[in-house]
């Protein structure tokens, strides 16, 4: 069964760090490209980073230069690393995989950014 787990996130202020992880079961990572997106309250929800099997990223241009994700295809797992936070990157966190057809997502993990 597939599974994506995202942990880290929390509050924290305006100007501050989090990294939240996207922990994978039920299948490898390895061979899959995989996405950070989130959804703000009342908005739809957005790519925020994506990684490919090879280590090629591409991000929103709202994260370029503050936001960096990496895989650890031996954890299985997927980090998203947010610098210079801002009040209006507050949003549920999602981690996702395309995966034989099927587009899968975690529960999401909640940043808050206080001003």
């Known amino acids: 069964q597939v599974q994506l787990v995202e942990s880290g996130g929390g509050l924290v202020q305006a100007g501050g760090s989090l990294r939240l992880s996207c922990a994978a079961s039920g299948f490898i990572i390895r061979p899959y490209a995989m996405g950070w997106y989130r959804q703000a309250p009342g908005k739809q929800r957005e790519l925020v980073a994506r990684?490919?099997?090879?280590?090629?990223?591409n991000y929103a241009d709202s994260v370029k230069g503050r936001f960096t994700i990496s895989r650890d295809n031996a954890k299985n797992t997927v980090f998203l690393q947010m610098n210079s936070l801002k009040p209006e990157d507050t949003a549920v966190y999602y981690c996702?995989?395309?995966?034989?057809?099927?587009?899968?997502w975690g529960k999401g993990t909640l940043v808050t950014v206080s001003s």
């Open positions: 990684i490919s099997p090879t280590g090629m990223t």
């Open positions: 996702n995989v395309d995966r034989a057809g099927m587009t899968y």
